[in-house]
């Protein structure tokens, strides 16, 4: 069994600015990342918006920054955590200047400034339709190049290591070929969200939520799992998953959506219209879907000016073409895709849990910053902002255990390579049972949809040696329960 100073399971733009905030402020301290694929299955590295920061003092203002968050989340989120972060995100964003990210500027030298929906100025930090490709290349590349930086790749997370005095210790993972323990004196889950338990999701297929599954077996309190965001335009494919996300900042640019009659109708619901915030779109599209005989509706940015779409979205643009649609003449089928958990591990401002030496940071942990909504291009703002502040306390407490952990190890997992048992059966009854925790409040439907989960569960938790997607599918219906029963106990919102 392998150990070191620091273990981070996740290698998005959470886990990785940890990584480097850590070898920052502690000098002696070894790093070990784990990611569960490689380095470019993230939810981070498809980001396409930007990163919301307040450059532009003139027409906007940490203040606007500050409500703007708030009223997203519904007022629900953390004041001070959102102080935190409208006051860190611009400093964060000149540290990755100074560390060579280059955003896109106006011809004066200034950043260029994008808009989004539920934002009330222009303050997107971007690099045309792919900043989170761009942050993740930086970010890999320094780690890379750090002595005390270990990354290893297809490492898969199944259970977390618990010491004598009920510290987390460590982790089991499964790395293709066999299981495999990791001690550490502090550890770190940026694992991401759970996307793959819907049937339209923009997040890729390692978003699984084995972070929040890990978290909860180990003790840790998980809360606001009733909040999944859903991206209003993610661009329509019957059989696809993930679907491909077309970027806040589309709409942001001037894009109208439009109903099969032409007709532009979110305003209907908000007076802010497509730039309302995305859980107002999303609802607007799907009261639409409702009397539709048609599964989409249309993004319309067909008065663009010639060329702007191509050379301001070119990664989406590409995708279009792919697709046979030219975005100056055609329309664009978009419909409403699960996006972004903004629940999860609760954690606060330092990324502890209320496991010792267990910290959360980025999309599986819940800081109360969302509120029940995220306001666009902040995921990456908290990601960057917070983990200064976890890889710090990270030390501190790794540094308080000076002695080697006695473990309680427990059963070692048993993963195999066998083939899956998990039937198409299986895998459509975990859609029909999510399918209703979208967008529907009805009791019954919810109740029903727990007793699947709750079946399905049973079906896989008696077998004790699975294939490794078994094991998977296990952790999402584990998660698929935690979030239908805080869904249903949640309070009538409408």
């Known amino acids: ?157 199944l259970r977390l290591i618990k010491d004598a005095q009920g510290n987390c210790a460590g982790i ?63 661009l329509y494919a019957k059989n696809e998953n993930p679907l491909f996300l077309i970027s806040e900042a589309v709409r942001g640019a001037g894009a109208y959506l ?32 409702k009397t539709s005989a048609y599964p989409y509706v249309f993004l319309d940015a067909r008065h663009f000016k010639h060329g702007f779409f191509k050379s301001s979205f070119p990664l989406i643009y590409s995708k279009l073409k792919q697709r046979r649609i030219d975005p100056e003449t055609d329309l664009i089928p978009v419909c409403p895709a699960a996006h ?28 109360g910053l969302q509120g029940k909504n995220r306001l666009a291009s902040n995921a990456l703002s908290e990601a960057l902002v917070f983990a200064k502040y976890v890889a710090e306390e990270m030390c501190v407490f790794a540094n308080e255990r000076v002695q080697k952990p006695d473990l309680i190890l427990g059963d070692k997992p048993s993963v195999s390579n066998e083939k899956s048992s998990v039937s198409s059966y299986k895998k459509e009854l975990l859609y029909k049972a999510t399918d209703c925790l979208s967008y529907e409040d009805n009791h019954f439907l919810l109740q029903k949809a727990g007793v699947d989960l709750q079946e399905l569960y049973k079906a896989f938790s008696s077998k004790k040696c699975v294939s490794i997607q078994d094991w998977i599918f296990r952790d999402l219906v584990w998660v698929a329960n935690l979030m239908c029963m805080q869904r249903f106990i949640m309070p009538n919102e409408k």
Not at 172 to 200: D, H, I, M, P
Not at 277 to 285: F, G, P
Request: proline share 2%; charged share 20%; aromatic share 6%.
């Open 1 to 157: 069994m392998d150990s070191c100073d620091l273990i981070i399971i996740g290698a998005g733009v959470a886990g990785l600015s940890a990584a480097l905030e850590a070898v920052r402020v502690c000098p002696k301290c070894e790093v070990v990342v784990l990611s569960k694929s490689d380095f470019s299955m993230s939810n981070s590295h498809f980001a396409q918006g930007g990163i919301a920061a307040v450059f532009d003092r003139v027409n906007d203002s940490i203040e606007k920054h500050f409500n703007d968050t708030l009223l997203a989340g519904g007022g629900l989120g953390n004041p001070a955590m959102i102080e935190t972060l409208v006051m860190q995100a611009p400093n964060r964003i000149l540290d990755l200047i100074a560390n060579g990210v280059d955003f896109d500027t106006e011809s004066d030298g200034a950043l260029a400034l994008g808009l989004e929906g539920g934002h009330s100025a222009n303050r997107i930090v971007h690099q045309k339709d792919h900043t989170g490709k761009s942050l993740i290349d930086n970010l890999l590349h320094r780690a890379k190049q750090h002595p005390r930086i270990q990354l290893l790749k297809n490492q898969h997370g």
């Open 258 to 289: 439009v109903n099969h009659h032409g007709e532009r109708f979110v305003f209907k619901l908000d007076d802010r219209g497509e730039l309302a915030t995305r859980d107002v779109v999303s609802k607007a599209i799907t009261g639409e879907l």
């Open 340 to 367: 972004y958990l903004c629940g999860g591990i609760d954690v606060d401002k330092y990324g502890r849990t209320n496991v010792p030496g267990l910290f959360a940071l980025g999309e599986c942990a819940n800081s």
């Open 172 to 234: 089991w993972v499964w790395n293709g070929k066999e299981v495999k323990g990791y001690t550490a004196k502090s550890v770190l889950l940026a694992t991401g969200g759970c996307g793959q338990l819907f049937r339209f999701t923009t997040n890729p297929a390692v978003a699984t939520g084995d972070g929040l599954a890990m978290a909860s077996y180990m003790g840790a309190s998980i809360s606001g799992l009733a909040y999944m965001q859903f991206h209003p335009t993610a």
